[in-house]
């Protein structure tokens, strides 16, 4: 027990001891200091890509040829039927192939864009204060990156 109050007793004296070594003072006056940097602004281009997506399907040339040989079998006379028939399904099938790949073949477009940066202006930051107070009658000057209070800590 002894001993907590003896470690409490000088936590007491040592924290006290350092406020005792400080002291406020009023700050009189603070200037802003300013500087110039280049502000880079990002410009980003875009241009279109465009890819083909084929499929490959053959469905379109088999329904162009069946169709296409039935009409050039139905529409011819009965001694070129054979070859009505034939040509029909070559012309059907070659429709049916160019439908089925218009059809399927489909444009998407892409974008690819680039951004780069360009210094378009300059802006006026504040990068830190100069700040002036006085002890025992005589004037000081300080640096703070933030702005100071109207009062500041000093060890003496």
Known sequence: MKKKTVILISLLVLSTSTFAKQHKVKVLEVQPIYEYVVVNKPVEQCRPLYSRQLTVNHDGALF????????????????NRTEA?????VIGGVIGSQIDNNRHSVRSPALACTTHYVNTEKVRVITG???WYRVNGKMYKGF???????Y????K
């Open 129 to 131: 204060y100069d700040y």
């Open 152 to 155: 500041i800590s000093l060890r």
């Open 85 to 89: 028939t034939i040509i029909g399904a």
């Open 64 to 79: 162009g040829s069946v169709v296409g040989g039935t009409i050039g079998n139905m529409t011819s006379e009965r001694k």
């Open 144 to 150: 703070s990156e933030q702005e100071p209070s109207r």
